[in-house]
């Protein structure tokens, strides 16, 4: 029986608005946004706090199951969508640039204002995330946030893999056929024409791309695909933990109301 709902009886089909358990006068809304699934997850938690019984999972259904890996999911495809765009502009292409055409190294204070802006987004997020944690406390809240978790992941392990093998094939095509870098320098001249203070010439570009860019091709590749790999994992380790820690603590106040 859970105390403040409107039935307190039981829980019954009066309950359950749109698939999900409803608190107070609100029902399941169905989350389209990092915030909404918040909130979402914060009503769940104070519906199941009030409970004086555990409720059933099932209560969370498989269609909100499915709303939430939507959010997550989306969620995680624009943040490697940023990720993978700065990340290789910022500590490949800029600092070769800087280095190639102007023969200037790039100081340590630009190296970390790099590493700042290039895992920004992912560190911003894991953060939120981390925050959500703190609610993975009942049966519904759990199913919430790891569908969200889950769908985050997704989307970093499927964008994760897509530009390995994508940056792996073009260093190996690169290297094997000349034409392949001699289409990078048609495609992308125009930027260095707009970015850079002087004219530079096709051959120029084609060196370096061949000397830089095709080298690092593989590097880089590694590096976001690990990198996504660890803020994908981070999120569950969190609620793991969280949950091992739950447990202990459940453990503990039965044995000490056994010995009291």
């Known amino acids: 029986m859970a105390k403040g709902w409107e039935n307190t009886e039981n829980i019954n089909e009066n309950s359950v608005n749109n698939g ?32 004086t019984e555990d409720l ?33 502009f910022l500590q490949t292409i800029y600092p070769s640039v800087k280095l190639y055409f102007f023969n200037i190294k790039i100081t340590q204070t630009e190296q970390l204002l790099l590493n700042s802006i290039s895992y920004l987004p992912m560190l911003f997020m894991t953060v939120f995330l981390l925050f959500l944690s703190k609610y993975y406390v009942g049966a ?6 790891f569908a969200l978790f889950s769908g985050r992941s997704m989307a970093f392990l499927i964008k994760g893999l ?21 289409s990078w320098v048609d495609f992308t001249k125009w930027l260095f024409d707009i970015f850079l203070p002087f004219n530079i010439s096709n051959q120029d570009l084609y060196i370096y791309y061949y000397k830089f860019i095709t080298p690092a091709l593989t590097q880089t590749a590694e590096n976001i695909l690990y990198t996504m790999l660890f803020f994908a994992i981070l999120p569950y380790l969190t609620i793991f933990f969280k949950g091992m820690l ?15």
């Open 246 to 260: 739950m447990k202990k603590k459940h453990i503990n106040s039965i044995r000490a109301y056994e010995e009291y």
């Open 140 to 145: 519904l809240t759990r199913r919430a946030l």
């Open 20 to 51: 999900g358990v409803v608190g107070s006068d609100n029902g399941y809304q169905k989350p389209t946004s990092l915030i909404t699934a918040l909130a979402e997850v914060q009503r769940t938690y104070v519906i199941e706090d009030k409970s």
């Open 162 to 182: 897509i530009i390995y093998f994508l940056f792996n094939y073009l260093s190996k095509i690169s290297y094997v056929n000349p034409n392949v870098i001699y």
């Open 56 to 88: 059933p999972k099932e209560y969370f259904t498989i269609e909100q199951i499915f709303d939430f890996f939507k959010v997550g999911f989306r969620s995680g495809f624009i943040e490697s969508f940023l990720f993978v765009t700065l990340f290789p």
